[in-house]
Every structure is written in C-alpha cells, then in structure tokens.
C-alpha cells in the first residue's frame, strides 16, 4: 500500500520553525512529504536561524527537494500532487490572500491548486492578529469546503490578546479527520 502524499508548506512565522521540524520529522514515516517554502522562508535569516540551513534541513527530513516558486507550485494542480495539503505554520499574510483568492506565492499557488482538485487543505495558523484584523479571514476560510483548521488558540492571552497559534501537535489528528471530509473538533482551544 502507498502512502498518503502530502504536501506541507511552511510560511515566515519563523518563531515556529523549530516546531515544525518536529512535526515534519514524526511524519515523514508515515506520509510521502513535499516541502513547500515561502519565498520568505526560503530566503530570510532571522534571529531564529537561517534560511539556507532550515531549507536544508526540512529537504533532508523529506528526501526531496523544496517547493520555492510559483511556478514550481502551479503543477500541483494539474498532476493532483497531493492528497492532502497542510499550511504549517499559516501566517496571517497567507490567511488574507487565501480568503479573499490572491495567489503570489509558492504558497498561495499551491493551496489554489489543491483546492482546485477538490482535496482537503488544513491550515495552521500562526498569527499574532488572529482576533483583530484576521479574525474575518478565519471564519471566511472554516466557511469554505475542503479547508480545515489544526485546532487553535490564544498563544499568550496577557502578553499578545489577538495572537492565534494552532496546537502543532494536532496536525497529524486533523489531517486524518481531513483525508474522511471531517473536521477536527474542538476548533478553539480553551
């Protein structure tokens, strides 16, 4: 029997970055993983790393090489790629453009094109303006079929009231309720 195909794409909420190297390390065993980078997080060192090693280390964990470019996303679609897409972490630049259609990035494109084959998208978000500015994107995606949300919740209630993290360790849980048209419940964490 094959494995699940699945395709992950990391944006820059680059605090995370750590986690989801974790996350990526627990599934390679069980799912045959694409990686998919923002531009940014392909290209942007920080005080959390760089860039050149991350990308070096999450191909290493795949065994394949990353997903950069729009172009290298587009395709995606046409040869159904994936039977599963996860956004890990989904800043909340990503969120906005996926809510309201914009396809700029290698992200972007690639959750179009997922969503174009009728297949399951889960999404986990990471934003500190989760309850302010992106809060209408939140719901307009849980509205929208074939998305699904990581479970989530308030990361720092006192220290950043708006900021909205998904529980990363939840991934795996979500993508099988996804793969049977389920969502994961419940969504909000207390």
Known sequence: MSKIKMGIAICGSFCTFSKIISILEDLAGKYEITPILSELAASMDTRFGKAEEFT?????????????TIAQAEPIGPKGLFDVLVVAPCTGNTLAKLAVGVTDTSVTMACKAQLRNARPLVIAVSTN?????????ISALYNKKNVFFVPFGQDDANGKPTSLVADFSSIEHTVEAALTGTQLQPVILP
């Open 56 to 68: 070096a280390q999450v191909e290493k964990i795949c065994g394949v090489p990353a997903i950069k």
């Open 129 to 137: 303006d989760g309850l302010s500015t992106n809060s209408k994107n």
